[in-house]
């Protein structure tokens, strides 16, 4: 089924293996004919934001997932292994994990995603709200559990 994508001036999408830009200045529609992995700019984490927190070492190991179609391929299990090993760690994702780990189950791996980048996010604002003036996004911040 074909996707149709917006890409707005200067934003990037993945798209198949290839990062695209939109160097116009206006916004440009697309449209995915083929069953490829596409991620828009906001969704797209860089290796080096990976280590930022655990929360973003989960992330960034969907993404590959997702990127790579990891489906049936020997590391999905390491993967599920691995997010079931953050959420005895922190209790408090508990939820989000279960959720994830049910859609990588059930071969949605953008589903399970989007449910990472919410956690994520949701992560960042609390580590904001607690840490205001806090150091930038390039130095590691130990993930603070809700109590």
Do not use: C, W
Request: glycine share 4%.
């Amino acid at each position: 089924m074909p996707l149709k994508i917006r890409v707005k001036p200067e934003g990037k999408i993945f798209a198949g293996g290839a990062v695209l830009k939109n160097v116009g200045n206006r916004p440009a529609d697309l449209l995915i004919l083929s069953d490829s992995p596409v991620l828009r700019e906001d969704y797209m984490m860089n290796i080096e934001r990976r280590d930022e927190s655990d929360v973003s070492n989960v992330y960034f190991l969907l993404q590959v997932i997702y990127l790579f179609k990891g489906k049936d391929k020997p590391m999905d299990n390491l993967v599920i292994e691995t997010v079931k090993s953050f959420a005895k760690l922190y209790p408090a994702y508990e939820s989000d994990v279960a959720q994830i780990i049910g859609l990588l189950e059930a071969k949605e791996t953008f589903k399970a995603l989007r449910v990472a980048h919410a956690m994520l996010a949701q992560y960042e604002k609390d580590t904001q709200a607690v840490m205001p003036d806090a150091v930038p996004n390039s130095v590691s911040v130990p993930l603070l559990e809700n109590t």
